[in-house]
């Protein structure tokens, strides 16, 4: 396995040294390798000898792609062999660097409602309850996760790969680790999130020095085991995806952040909060960059939160003062 992550193809030093100083600035680089082995692979495929890279040899790359590969991935795709063409520039070497497609911009997230985020919790514990032997450990497990992707809008990512030690029951925090922008943070807990944590905790599950989720075999769930899990409660209580292409982004457990967003700045605006000093604590808690990540949420669903979109726009509005001519 390791062999096949090694890069092969005349750039091949090229690759490791640009992938070595990502990791010397912070970066998972670890994440961004199978990237560039696809590169790699369409080097030797059609026997390319070169130190730098033409525009022909890129765009026959990029056609190489899966079809199905959406404009957001294609995107991702771009930007990090764009980083990799500075270098190169950087290094004496010629290399073409393409433009970014169009975002895709036509996903639209569900926003539950608090009456539907329940019913999918009483689902998934009425599954817990109903489950043979061997499925209990699965649906334990599914059933506190869903409980954190509700109740503090966490990325799937985040909370899968959570280590025991990660979890402190007695303060009621959670240390995310390489999150997104491979950043670390603390989040705290409602306090009767923390408390089904710590029940959950005593049943034997988590691992000591390992997973606070581990699947039966000791090592952490996959997306698809969440996926699952969560299509089988929307279907239990009667939520049908709409048919869409077989590569195009439906219903998933990531619009359980969507709503957890929406949420909270809505009982914000419900509760009187200043936004000036309130919404950016929001982004923090949640992971965002800034608080444009968190208002983008919004803007993908405009339809179920045009109130607030608005206030989030005159917050926006008042970051800088307008410059008189």
Known sequence: MKQDREFKSS?????????????????????????????DRYLLEIGFDGRGLPPDVIDGWLNSLPKDLNRNSRNLYISHYSQFAKYLLSEGKSAFIPETSVADKTYAPRIFLKDELIAMIESADSRLASAAPARKHSTACFSVVLRMLVGCGFR???????????VDLEQGTVLVRNAKGDKDRMVPMHSSLAETLR????????????????????????????????????ESIGIEKPSLPSHARNICPHCLRH???????????????????????????????????????????????????????????????????
Not at 15 to 25: D, I, K, T
Not at 208 to 229: I, L, M, N, V
Not at 299 to 324: A, R, W
Request: hydrophobic residues 35%; glycine residues 6%.
């Open 11 to 39: 750039l091949n030093n090229e690759m490791e040294g640009f992938l070595a100083l990502r990791e010397s600035q912070g970066h998972n680089a670890r994440k961004e390798r199978h990237i560039f082995l696809t590169l």
């Open 156 to 166: 799937i990512n985040e909370v899968l790969p959570l280590k025991t030690g990660d």
């Open 199 to 234: 029940i959950y905790a005593h049943s034997g599950i988590p691992q000591a020095d390992g997973y606070f989720f581990p699947s039966e075999s000791g090592k952490a769930f996959s997306y698809s085991w969440a996926r699952d899990h969560f299509n089988k409660c929307l």
């Open 259 to 325: 709503s957890y967003a929406v949420a909270a700045l809505r009982k914000l605006d419900h509760d009187g909060k200043d936004m000036y000093s309130e919404a950016p604590i929001l982004s923090t808690y949640m992971g965002h960059k800034n608080i444009y990540g968190t208002e983008k949420y919004l803007h993908m669903t405009v339809e179920n939160s045009s109130d607030i979109l608005q206030k989030m726009e005159d917050f926006n509005n008042g970051l800088f003062p307008e410059v008189e001519s």
